[in-house]
């Protein structure tokens, strides 16, 4: 392979990755409580833009830890992610907005990194 198409590859990758559109995401609005999350169980299309409304209404912080989903998504905001962009923090009376893009069709286990023990887990499903 000679150094033009080398160099050409990474220029092809960004040209076919598609801009996101951010106006108008779906709002999701998930409620975390001592100790679950209202829903547990989320379905998202691939490919559709996504807010996601987390709510800590507890008395502790509380993690959104889905680190295959966050993997397998484009996140507007990176930077909301913690523990390496496997979770979400959220603490006790706030509320967070994360905007995203699911891209992988695939099933993906959801807990509270800190009450997972406690039954704080869940399944968010991509179709």
């Known amino acids: 392979m ?3 198409r080398i160099l050409l590859i990474p220029l ?3 040209a076919a990755a ?3 559109d951010w106006s108008s995401p779906q709002r999701v609005d998930i409620v975390m409580n001592d100790y679950n999350f209202v829903p547990n169980h989320l379905t ?3 490919g559709t833009v996504y807010r996601l409304h987390l709510q800590n209404q507890g008395k502790a912080i509380h993690e959104f830890t889905a680190p295959g989903f966050f993997m397998a ?4 905001d990176p930077r909301l992610l913690i523990a390496g962009g496997k979770e979400v923090s959220v ?3 706030a ?3 994360v905007d995203l893009v699911p891209n992988r069709v695939g099933s993906y286990a959801l807990s509270c990194a800190d009450h997972d023990w406690a039954g704080m887990v869940g399944e968010i499903l991509v179709k």
Request: some cysteine; hydrophobic content about 40%; charged content about 20%.
């Open 2 to 4: 000679n150094i033009r």
């Open 12 to 14: 092809l990758l960004c």
């Open 18 to 20: 598609p801009e996101v």
């Open 44 to 46: 998202f299309q691939h």
């Open 73 to 76: 998504a484009t996140v507007r």
């Open 91 to 93: 603490a006790p009376g």
């Open 95 to 97: 509320s967070v907005d």
